[in-house]
């Protein structure tokens, strides 16, 4: 449950403003007036244009850019999505689980009651099945004997395992690779992952160990009192089901990662979240649910075909939820971190509008309402870019005009993340871009 890696149908229209001022040149070369004076090429960035509300954006002919019409198709047309791509690494396709914990947990009997429930769910099979993966069975619990010191690291945990599955206990078999060993650990045990402590930085992770011949894969789940807006018993199935999807998906993430990682096209996406199917979806409000078939609190994670299809890509789809985004057309070829990717490209300083097209799968009760904010903010890092719309609000088939002004640059990336929202009626959507300078 934590990310520690660096946290086309449609016409493309971006239009990008030049460094030294002028009119402003779109993509297939030809220009366009300049803004009115005092909009998009002050020295204070158009401030006061946009603490005025929404303006209407000159466009080509004379008139203003076309915001398109509401239309009855859903989802109206618009870039693809996101997915997440194999990187050649196995999947375990029959998984068992089995749950490991220690002395001094009041949880013992309802952890492996949850271990025995999940894999069988409807909630498992639509966060697995489209990967390969069958339903996970239930392998013999382990209440280990020995006391935990306050403070474990990952290099421990390894060690432990490779002690545990070399043979010589009777218990705990031999190393197994179809096998997820879940470490369960009691309250007052602090995990330290290459520095990062947990319930600070993270509620679990998984990875792998190279037992003997074999390489198993784990998953680490410490008992957090809170975490992620979670109490209690919730924070430890919601980080189970988030790291056992994965660990079955994605087993051996450093040495043969499978779905490890969002297509190049859209980089930024996988970079910014941590890339695996249930990081795609953990900062997405309705993430954590109960479903119907399973009395736990648990993840929703990243289906590929739901994205392609223009559904909630955080499967299982919700009921009677009508998904609904609002897609930055970038069909510009940039470098990040090395990867060929889509962005818009726009020297610091300078500004350049992109489109949003609007999309849903069915009739909202309303148009959404949309802004945008940069990725660098959200790490506690500085303002790197500023925003401002011709229109804040929209519906299915309609398109919005958004300007992107590149106060500075964010060093993590080399560029500039950014994160268009989408809300209405407290449900919020995320679509991300990539500005290079």
Same mark, same amino acid.
């Given at each position: 449950?934590?990310?520690?890696?660096?946290?086309?149908?449609?016409?493309?229209?971006?239009?990008?403003?030049?460094?030294?001022?002028?009119?402003?040149?779109?993509?297939?070369?030809?220009?366009?007036? &300049?803004? @009115?004076?005092? %909009?998009?090429?002050?020295?204070? $960035? =158009?401030?006061?244009? !946009? *603490?005025?509300?929404?303006?209407? +954006?000159?466009?080509?002919?004379?008139?203003?850019?076309?915001?398109?019409?509401?239309?009855?198709?859903?989802?109206? &047309?618009? @870039?693809?999505? %996101?997915?997440?791509?194999?990187? $050649? =690494?196995?999947?375990? !396709? *029959?998984?068992?689980?089995?749950? +490991?914990?220690?002395?001094?947990?009041?949880?013992?009997?309802?952890?492996?009651?949850?271990?025995?429930?999940?894999?069988?769910?409807?909630?498992? %099979?639509?966060?697995?099945?489209?990967? =390969?993966?069958?339903?996970?069975?239930?392998?013999?619990?382990?209440?280990?004997?020995?006391?935990?010191?306050?403070?474990?690291?990952?290099?421990?945990?390894?060690?432990?395992?490779?002690?545990?599955?070399?043979?010589?206990?009777?218990?705990?078999?031999?190393?197994?690779?179809?096998?997820?060993?879940?470490?369960?650990?009691?309250?007052?045990?602090?995990?330290?992952?290459?520095?990062?402590?947990?319930?600070?930085?993270?509620?679990?992770?998984?990875?792998?160990?190279?037992?003997?011949?074999?390489?198993?894969?784990?998953?680490?789940?410490?008992?957090?009192?809170?975490?992620?807006?979670?109490?209690?018993?919730?924070?430890?199935?919601?980080?189970?089901?988030?790291?056992?999807?994965?660990?079955?998906?994605?087993?051996?993430?450093?040495?043969?990662?499978?779905?490890?990682?969002?297509?190049?096209?859209?980089?930024?996406?996988?970079?910014?979240?941590?890339?695996?199917?249930?990081?795609?979806?953990?900062?997405?409000?309705?993430?954590?649910?109960?479903?119907?078939?399973?009395?736990?609190?648990?993840?929703?994670?990243?289906?590929?075909?739901?994205?392609?299809?223009?559904?909630?890509?955080?499967?299982?789809?919700?009921?009677?939820?009508?998904?609904?985004?609002?897609?930055?057309?970038?069909?510009?070829?940039?470098?990040?971190?090395?990867?060929?990717?889509?962005?818009?490209?726009?020297?610091?300083?300078?500004?350049?509008?992109?489109?949003?097209?609007?999309?849903?799968?069915?009739?909202?009760?309303?148009?959404?309402?949309?802004?945008?904010?940069?990725?660098?903010?959200?790490?506690?890092?500085?303002?790197?870019?500023?925003?401002?719309?011709?229109?804040?609000?929209?519906?299915?088939?309609?398109?919005?005009?958004?300007?992107?002004?590149?106060?500075?640059?964010?060093?993590?990336?080399?560029?500039?993340?950014?994160?268009?929202?989408?809300?209405?009626?407290?449900?919020?959507?995320?679509?991300?871009?990539?500005?290079?300078?």
């Amino acid at each position: 449950m934590t990310s520690l890696r660096s946290a086309a149908a449609c016409v493309p229209f971006v239009l990008a403003a030049s460094a030294c001022g002028g009119g402003v040149s779109r993509g297939d070369g030809s220009s366009e007036p &300049p803004p @009115p004076p005092g %909009a998009l090429d002050r020295a204070d $960035g =158009g401030r006061e244009l !946009r *603490e005025a509300g929404p303006q209407p +954006i000159p466009g080509p002919d004379g008139g203003f850019l076309d915001n398109g019409a509401p239309s009855n198709v859903y989802p109206a &047309p618009h @870039p693809s999505m %996101a997915t997440i791509v194999s990187a $050649g =690494g196995s999947v375990i !396709r *029959e998984p068992r689980i089995v749950a +490991i914990t220690f002395p001094g947990d009041a949880y013992r009997a309802t952890i492996e009651d949850f271990v025995r429930q999940i894999g069988g769910s409807k909630y498992w %099979a639509a966060n697995t099945a489209e990967y =390969g993966i069958g339903p996970a069975v239930a392998a013999p619990a382990i209440r280990a004997t020995e006391a935990q010191p306050s403070v474990v690291d990952d290099t421990a945990i390894q060690r432990y395992l490779r002690t545990k599955l070399d043979g010589t206990n009777a218990e705990w078999g031999t190393a197994d690779e179809s096998t997820i060993y879940a470490l369960y650990y009691p309250p007052g045990v602090k995990i330290n992952l290459q520095g990062y402590m947990s319930c600070e930085v993270f509620g679990g992770y998984h990875s792998e160990a190279q037992v003997g011949s074999k390489t198993i894969a784990y998953a680490v789940i410490p008992r957090c009192p809170t975490f992620a807006d979670l109490h209690g018993f919730d924070v430890l199935t919601v980080a189970s089901s988030h790291e056992f999807i994965e660990c079955a998906n994605d087993p051996r993430p450093f040495t043969r990662p499978s779905f490890a990682d969002s297509d190049d096209d859209h980089a930024i996406w996988g970079l910014y979240t941590g890339g695996e199917t249930g990081d795609m979806c953990t900062f997405n409000k309705g993430a954590f649910y109960t479903p119907d078939d399973l009395p736990f609190l648990v993840q929703r994670s990243w289906s590929n075909a739901a994205a392609i299809a223009g559904h909630d890509p955080c499967a299982p789809a919700l009921p009677n939820e009508v998904y609904f985004n609002s897609a930055a057309v970038l069909d510009e070829r940039v470098l990040l971190e090395g990867r060929a990717t889509k962005g818009v490209t726009i020297p610091v300083g300078g500004r350049a509008l992109v489109d949003l097209a609007l999309y849903s799968d069915g009739p909202t009760s309303g148009p959404w309402n949309v802004s945008a904010h940069d990725l660098s903010e959200d790490v506690g890092g500085p303002k790197v870019l500023d925003f401002s719309f011709d229109r804040t609000r929209g519906v299915n088939g309609e398109r919005l005009h958004m300007t992107i002004e590149v106060l500075g640059v964010d060093a993590q990336f080399g560029g500039e993340g950014f994160v268009v929202e989408s809300e209405l009626n407290g449900q919020t959507t995320y679509w991300y871009g990539f500005v290079a300078n």
